[in-house]
């Protein structure tokens, strides 16, 4: 599977983006797929998740509210749509896709069987 995540760019405090994770090489409705964030230094940190059919999506404490995962089956791509954004969601947001079609948020450190390269996003206050 290889993903390719884009829509980021640098925006300001209340502002919003969609990032899009469009994907390749399997059925797409044979994996979830799930966002991720990552800043120098820290460690990666799950953001949101959907499962193959687009089921409850699952999100962080820290985005709920603010950001909505959504996948559109027939585009093969993955959409979060984040809004309010703040200056401590600046990030490198990564995609990556989990072979476990039936994710139902049971896990979030091991996630991840195919990653793609990230967009960076970067929130001036």
């Known amino acids: 599977v290889q993903l390719q995540a884009s829509g980021g760019g640098s925006v300001q405090t209340g502002d919003s983006l969609r990032l899009s994770c469009t994907t390749s090489?399997?059925?797409?409705?044979?994996?979830?797929v799930g966002w991720f964030r990552q800043t120098p230094g820290k460690e990666r940190e799950f953001v949101a998740a959907i499962s193959w059919s687009a089921g409850s999506p699952y999100y962080a404490d820290f985005v709920k509210g603010r950001f909505t995962i959504s996948r559109d089956n027939a585009k093969n791509t993955v959409y979060l749509e984040m809004n309010n954004l703040q200056p401590e969601d600046t990030a490198t947001y990564l995609c990556?896709?989990?072979?476990?079609?039936?994710?139902?948020?049971?896990?979030?450190?091991?996630?991840?069987?195919?990653w793609g390269q990230g967009t960076l996003v970067t929130v001036s206050s």
């Open positions: 090489g399997r059925t797409f409705t044979s994996f979830a």
């Open positions: 990556a896709a989990d072979m476990n079609r039936y994710y139902s948020g049971s896990y979030y450190a091991r996630f991840g069987d195919y």
